[in-house]
């Protein structure tokens, strides 16, 4: 554990107030523990959602289960009305809501995370279903030697063997000629899912690392029908899935930022917020997500990269915003946690600035959101707590407490899973182990 005794005695004396005021705001909060130990197969985990019609698609590891989306509704939503995702991702909460019978609306500053929204509740008529089938035979045995250009990024072209890269390159150009633009979207999402398996690199942390077996293939054609198989048993799952389950209301899935509120324009007013924002655990979702989105011709260059930085909840430390939302901050986070961080020495000084503007953007958006709110309206934020320089960042008691100072009420905390950061920062967490963990924040519009 680090000694803060050691240190200057604010140091000391901000450390103890820290969870001094953690205790607080526990003991005016219902917190339940549904699982602290720390597991995958938690209902705030993807896992599920590999198994589950449409859900399956893609596999966005950010998202959680759909049980979990159906059981919150269930428990807190209100009978009628909208059901709304603000940083929607890749779209679980409005596609199950959607499922339900209910209009649900997702906001999203990612186009490719909207892309794969929308793709995954396309509804086919007959007509474009037998396209669709179709396009699947085709695919199956043409040559297809035309080859889409290579993106304008270096990086993300070395992250795959020349051989691989070619391939793909010629599935590009296929799904670009389709005339029909849902079996276009259909056939660009399964091209978007072969990139990560054949790739060199893979996600992990924040960015990608070299896998440590990953074989050339030995030659083009070789690698190219390995990924037309796998394309093509990703088109046939959508088909299955598609033509058993045709006929919902789909959901509406807007590419905007809601941090700004101009962009909540909705025609009845909106009866449950269920999300999962950013966590403020330095994860640039503009790297992680690099080969997609350059591969994908989401990014074309480097701006479009700062554009969706800049919109972006300040969760990372890989872009410099302008000052924005200061009053609407955490004064625990400004106050305390900032300041304590700063004194230590961590990998990089940004990360007690990007802390306090992270609960400022989400202030923001809680105090935009509310005139769109129903009366007693309940908002869930799946969210995950963090560890610097000493000190857990417990991110569900302070949003709990920020949401509490913009005139919401405080439902519930539950405690969904533990979480463990690095083995370094592990062993020196002492009195903060308790509060690593990913939880959902129930609050209301009061």
């Known amino acids: 554990m680090i000694d803060f005794a050691k240190n200057s005695g604010a140091t000391a004396s901000r450390y103890g107030e ?6 607080a705001i526990e003991n005016q909060t219902v917190i339940e523990n549904e699982d602290a130990r720390t597991t995958y197969r938690s209902a705030v985990n993807f896992i599920e959602s590999m198994q589950v019609s449409r859900h399956r698609w893609f596999p966005y590891k950010e998202g959680f289960s759909p049980s979990f989306v159906r059981e919150f509704i269930g ?3 209100h009978e009628t009305g909208i059901i709304f995702d603000p940083f929607s991702g890749s779209g679980t909460t409005a596609l199950v809501a959607a499922g339900m019978g209910r209009p649900a609306i997702g906001f999203d500053v990612s186009a490719l995370t909207t892309f794969i929204a929308r793709t995954k509740a396309l509804v086919l008529d007959e007509s474009e279903l037998a396209l669709f089938r179709l396009a699947i035979e085709e695919f199956k045995s043409v040559p297809l030697r035309k080859m889409a250009t290579q993106p304008e990024n270096a990086t993300v072209c070395s992250y795959f063997y020349p051989e691989h890269l070619a391939a793909l390159l010629r599935v590009k150009a296929y799904y670009r000629d389709v005339s029909n633009a849902s079996v276009a979207s259909l056939i660009k999402l ?12 893979r996600k ?16 083009e054609e070789i690698a190219f029908d390995e990924i037309r198989q796998f394309v093509v048993r990703q088109l046939e799952i959508y088909f299955e899935d598609i033509k058993s389950d045709s006929i919902f209301n789909p959901p509406e899935y807007r590419l905007k930022s809601s941090l700004n509120e101009s962009g909540f324009a909705f025609d009845e007013k ?11 655990n330095c994860f640039d979702y503009s790297k992680i997500y690099m080969s997609e989105l350059w591969l994908g011709d989401f990014f074309q260059n480097k701006n479009d990269q700062a ?8 969760s990372h430390v890989h872009a410099s915003w302008d000052p924005r939302n200061s009053e609407f901050g955490s004064d625990l986070v400004d106050r305390l946690i900032k300041p304590q961080i700063e004194e230590q020495k961590l990998w990089s000084p940004k990360i007690g600035t990007m802390l306090s503007g992270y609960f400022q953007d989400l202030g923001h958006f809680l105090v935009a959101i509310k005139p769109m709110l129903a009366a007693g309206a309940p908002l869930g934020f799946v969210v995950g707590n963090s560890f610097y320089g000493g000190v857990t960042v417990a991110t569900d008691l ?24 690095s083995s370094q920062q592990y062993r020196n967490m002492g009195a903060n182990r308790k509060y690593m963990r990913e939880s959902l924040v129930v609050i209301r519009n009061a």
Do not use: M, W
Not at 204 to 212: D, E, L, Q, S
């Open 75 to 77: 428990e807190f939503a």
């Open 270 to 280: 909106i009866s449950c917020v269920l999300t999962s924002p950013p966590y403020a």
């Open 204 to 219: 992990a942390g924040n960015g990608v690392k070299r896998k440590k077996k990953f074989s050339r293939p030995p030659n």
């Open 398 to 421: 302070i949003l709990a407490d920020l949401a509490r100072k913009h005139g919401y009420a405080i439902d519930r905390i539950r405690v969904y899973r533990g979480v463990i950061p």
């Open 307 to 314: 554009d969706f930085r800049t919109q972006s909840v300040r």
């Open 190 to 201: 399964a091209f978007l899912g072969a990139i990560e398996p054949f790739s060199t690199h």
């Open 18 to 23: 820290i969870l001094h005021s953690y205790a």
